[in-house]
């Protein structure tokens, strides 16, 4: 199931949402049509690598964690990424305010990537998206809005499902593809990033909140 929109008006500005978009996008475009020696390269030098992580985690290594959430292999891979938090991200934005938004953001990418390096400590490929900070904007949505209507496309209809069911079949399938497809063979997605950004997420929504919205 792909979310199309959710019924959750804003009731102010979610300028970091936009500014995280734009971010990524510009990366996005600076890495296909200007990076030094192509895109592959640039994947090669800003991208996490597990076993690098956990051997020597060092001030590139930080860097890395902090750059590789901008940097996208593909326009599928970023159109995706981009999409869910164009849908989550302004509401969670607009209940903690900007600053503190921004700092989730970049802590649940931390611990995405952190998830993702314990559970692969000897692997040499380079890891790079968005996907696992915008895993936990996806799990602070449905902790702040867990009855929200999310519109849903299931093969050629729409369908509303409670934030709670729609963000959770995704949790699901995540836990469930990083348990037994990565075992079976290699896709090509760092399914324990997607897990670990999900579960920081839960947890960090809590320190960063501001109560001044009904939960609905």
Known sequence: MIPLADENPLTGKDVVNHALIGGNIAVFIWMYMFAP???????????????????????????????????????????????????????????????????FYLLCGTAADAAHALSNPGSHIPTIGASGAISGVMSAYVLLYPKVKV????????????????????FV??????????????????????????LAGLILVYFFKQEKHITT
């Open 37 to 103: 020696q192509g895109a592959g390269n640039a994947i090669r030098q800003f991208g996490v690598i597990p076993c690098e992580l956990i051997s020597h985690c060092n001030l590139e290594q930080l860097r890395n964690i902090f750059l590789s959430m901008f940097m996208h292999g593909g326009l599928m891979h970023l159109l995706g990424n981009m999409w869910f938090l164009w849908i989550f991200g302004d509401n969670v934005e607009d209940r903690m305010g900007p600053l503190h938004y921004l700092l």
């Open 151 to 170: 519109k849903m496309a299931l093969w050629y209809n729409v369908i509303s499902l409670p934030a709670w069911v729609a963000i959770g079949q995704w």
């Open 173 to 198: 399938w995540q836990l469930l593809a990083g348990t037994v497809l990565s075992n079976s063979t290699d896709h090509g997605v760092a399914w324990f990033a997607h897990v670990g950004g999900f």
